[in-house]
């Protein structure tokens, strides 16, 4: 499809047929790039929202636009945590890797049609997260530096909002799903790390066998 239709698609999702409004020079750029960076691959997006979202979101930050990261909280899911997408507005995110939920893989998604377990979702601007590197280009995975880091710049920005609101009353609950984020990456890592032994001694056993080496 060429950009002039696609992009008129996306004017009628955001605004409605009848609609006189138009999309920004911003919004239409950011949703051709978008189309563009989207992963269609399903096994190639699983895993790979943060990282999709954040490279682009910082690209087009150094370009003057100021760009906020969705995560939502995912339940019910054995393989992931968390969920993020860019904000377009109000209404709508820019959703690199909706693959993993939206069979068409659409970039442009109504916040409010995220699947049900997509929960508790926050905001964060892309800024908090400047100095992360993401994903290792071989690795499928964030590594537990990344996610501990990641997770240490979304705790102190909410942490300091839950101040400036006068939220107190919210603080026990933050701190309390917090620890709970720190447990599971600890988790991860630990088993990420037994798996990485298991499979490096298994190789040296297996290359020793051929070899006629007795393993000690």
């Not at 409004?21 to 989207?38: D, G, I, N, P, Q």
């Not at 979101?57 to 992931?80: C, M, N, P, T, Y």
């Amino acid at each position: 499809m060429k950009e002039t239709g696609f992009l008129y698609q996306c004017k009628e999702k955001i605004f409605g047929v009848h609609a006189a409004k138009r999309l920004t020079a911003e919004e239409a750029s950011m949703l051709v790039h978008a189309r563009k960076r989207s992963e269609l691959n399903y096994d190639k997006a699983c895993g790979c929202c943060f990282d999709a979202s954040l490279s682009f979101a910082l690209e087009l930050s150094q370009k003057g636009q100021q760009l906020v990261l969705i995560r939502w909280r995912v339940l019910h899911d054995l393989k992931f945590a968390d969920h993020w997408a860019i904000k377009l507005n109000e209404n709508f995110s820019v959703d690199l890797t909706s693959i993993q939920f939206d069979t068409a893989g659409e970039v442009l998604q109504k916040i409010e049609s995220y699947p049900q377990n997509f929960v508790s979702r926050m905001e964060y601007p892309v800024e908090i997260f400047s100095t992360i590197k993401t994903r290792d280009s071989q690795s499928h995975r964030l590594s537990m530096s990344v996610m501990w880091t990641v997770h240490t710049a979304t705790f102190g920005y909410d942490l300091r909002r839950t101040f400036l609101q006068g939220r107190f009353r919210l603080i026990p609950g933050l701190l309390g799903r917090t620890s709970r984020g720190y447990y599971k990456i600890l988790v991860n890592g630990l088993s990420q790390w037994a798996n990485g032994r298991y499979v490096v001694l298994s190789r040296r056993m297996s290359e020793q066998k051929n070899d006629g080496v007795a393993v000690q």
